[in-house]
């Protein structure tokens, strides 16, 4: 039994907003190594608790499939968020159904939590993006690009879409003086049809 539970890697989540969206991304790639991403996506839906099942038939099996998926998710969902908020999302999460853990509806709970997508939210991700800069010139430009990216992603989820050479211009626009040759000479190939400025080139040349 010890041996067992120690081969169980726990995804701590404490319940820190902006740690969500990085821990999601490793839980759902842990759920698929494990089995049982298609069931807290909602992909697979799993039967109800008292549902009888006959294992003989091919139908039976994908059920019982499902019905073990959810457990396994459910329980991971459990021991992974240390939060009491967190926590509490995942503990309340039970249906009439379901009545000894629902993950389908614990892993949407938390999203709604974590990571909403209302009009409230939509506003607050649209301010961080524009007021977003790199400040020093001895700050990782790479690395603020890819908050800005992370910034673009969770825009779109709320329908606010932000293309790529809008997000280039954002950065040409907020890095420190120290880049102006360089901002002066990526600047010259936004309209470019032959040879069009790409983000990729932008991060190597900051």
Known sequence: ????????????????????????????????????????????????????????????????????????????????????????????????????????LAWKKLKEKYMPTTSANKVDLAAQFANSKLTSWKSNPDLWISKLEILRTRLASCNQVIDETGLIIHILNNV????????????KRLDSLSEPLLLEEVRSDL
Request: with cysteine.
């Open 1 to 104: 039994m010890a041996d067992s539970l120690k081969s169980i890697r726990v995804l701590d989540f404490d319940g820190t907003r902006n740690k969500f969206r990085m821990w999601s991304m490793k839980f759902l790639a842990a759920a698929h190594q494990r089995g049982y991403r298609d069931v807290i996506t909602g992909v697979v839906t799993a039967p109800p608790s008292d549902e009888g099942i006959d294992i003989s038939t091919e139908e039976g099996k994908k059920l019982h499939k499902a019905r073990e998926a959810n457990s396994k998710a459910y329980s991971d969902l459990v021991l992974s968020c240390s939060g009491e908020i967190c926590f509490e999302i995942v503990a309340g999460a039970v249906t009439p159904d379901l009545q000894e853990g629902d993950a389908r």
């Open 176 to 187: 420190p003086s120290k880049y102006d040759n360089v901002v002066e000479n990526l600047e």
